[in-house]
């Protein structure tokens, strides 16, 4: 309404209507208008490690966007609580690259979430989340990988299947496709889940039974692709995992992982 009253019949500029924001709110509101006006910068926070300690569980937040925007923490706890914390743009505007927010002792992590009710453009939603049992999981898949499996999984366990195995794992370059063998039992009703890291855009998966007939296959345009089967014999299948986009020129990390009921 003031900014109207102030430009009524005038031929104010962008720069006007921001400055009308500023000088109302008393505050130096640049940063937003060049970041999203300006600018063609990103945000994306994510949450870098959680680490229980004798004193309590600190989360390490990382800015690895350019765009400076509070990072809204949701953190649910083993009994079921929640708990709500925000790391304040001003820590980035600063020049932080990191932030920590802890969680007293006694109180045990399970999840925390960046941006639960996404209230903001992030451009990876992959890495706004972990889990505590994805630390279960081997390290040596990424942690939003980890993150991922963990997530879909608890989809299928809500459909009666449970994990059989560990998950398998690698790296690939886009149009590069790699293969795993995994042992299946005839007559079993198994599905196969998998999830690339935040820079991966779209997996296939196939999968070819002991005689290499195909038995089932995801090419859907995703990065999570799921089948779901029953194996027709006992024996080594042949599960291939199709990178078709990939962002970095050294490869997208990948997981998958196999559910039977």
Same mark, same amino acid.
């Given at each position: 309404?003031?900014?109207?009253?102030?430009?009524?019949?005038?031929?104010? =500029?962008?720069?006007? +209507?921001?400055?009308?924001?500023?000088?109302?709110?008393?505050?130096?509101?640049?940063? +937003?208008?060049?970041?999203? +006006? !300006? %600018?063609?910068?990103?945000?994306?926070?994510?949450?870098?490690?959680?680490?229980?300690?004798?004193?309590?569980? $600190?989360?390490?937040?990382?800015?690895?966007?350019?765009?400076?925007?509070?990072?809204?923490? #949701?953190?649910?706890?083993?009994?079921?609580?929640?708990?709500?914390? !925000?790391?304040?743009?001003? #820590?980035? &505007?600063?020049?932080?690259?990191?932030?920590?927010?802890?969680?007293?002792?006694?109180? $045990?992590?399970?999840?925390? !979430?960046?941006?639960? $009710?996404?209230?903001? @453009?992030?451009?990876?939603?992959?890495?706004?989340?972990?889990?505590?049992?994805?630390?279960? &999981?081997?390290?040596?898949?990424?942690?939003?990988?980890?993150?991922?499996?963990?997530?879909?999984?608890?989809?299928?366990?809500?459909?009666?299947?449970?994990? !059989?195995?560990?998950? &398998?794992?690698?790296?690939?370059?886009?149009?590069? #496709? %790699?293969?795993?063998?995994?042992?299946?039992?005839?007559? =079993?009703?198994?599905?196969?889940?998998?999830?690339?890291?935040?820079?991966?855009?779209?997996?296939?998966?196939?999968?070819?039974?002991?005689?290499?007939?195909?038995?089932?296959?995801?090419?859907? @345009?995703?990065?999570?692709?799921?089948?779901?089967?029953?194996? @027709?014999?006992?024996?080594?299948?042949?599960? $291939?995992?199709?990178? +078709?986009?990939?962002? =970095? &020129?050294?490869?997208?990390?990948?997981?998958?992982?196999?559910?039977?009921?």
């Amino acid at each position: 309404r003031e900014y109207g009253r102030r430009w009524l019949g005038k031929h104010p =500029t962008p720069w006007d +209507f921001w400055n009308t924001f500023n000088d109302l709110s008393r505050r130096d509101l640049s940063w +937003f208008w060049r970041s999203w +006006f !300006e %600018e063609t910068w990103t945000l994306d926070h994510a949450v870098a490690a959680v680490t229980p300690g004798p004193r309590g569980t $600190e989360i390490l937040v990382r800015d690895r966007g350019d765009v400076p925007m509070p990072a809204r923490l #949701t953190i649910t706890l083993a009994n079921g609580d929640t708990l709500r914390r !925000e790391v304040p743009v001003a #820590t980035w &505007l600063g020049g932080a690259r990191t932030a920590t927010v802890s969680v007293p002792r006694g109180r $045990e992590v399970a999840r925390v !979430e960046i941006d639960a $009710e996404q209230g903001f @453009p992030d451009v990876s939603r992959k890495n706004n989340v972990w889990t505590r049992d994805a630390e279960r &999981l081997p390290p040596s898949l990424p942690l939003v990988v980890r993150n991922e499996i963990v997530r879909l999984g608890s989809g299928l366990s809500a459909r009666g299947y449970r994990p !059989e195995g560990d998950p &398998l794992g690698g790296s690939s370059a886009t149009r590069v #496709t %790699e293969s795993r063998s995994i042992a299946l039992q005839g007559g =079993t009703a198994y599905a196969v889940v998998a999830v690339c890291d935040d820079a991966c855009g779209d997996l296939d998966l196939r999968l070819l039974d002991p005689s290499s007939a195909l038995v089932a296959q995801d090419q859907n @345009p995703d990065d999570t692709p799921v089948l779901t089967f029953t194996a @027709p014999v006992t024996g080594s299948y042949r599960l $291939e995992v199709g990178m +078709f986009d990939c962002r =970095t &020129l050294s490869g997208c990390a990948w997981g998958a992982r196999v559910f039977r009921r």
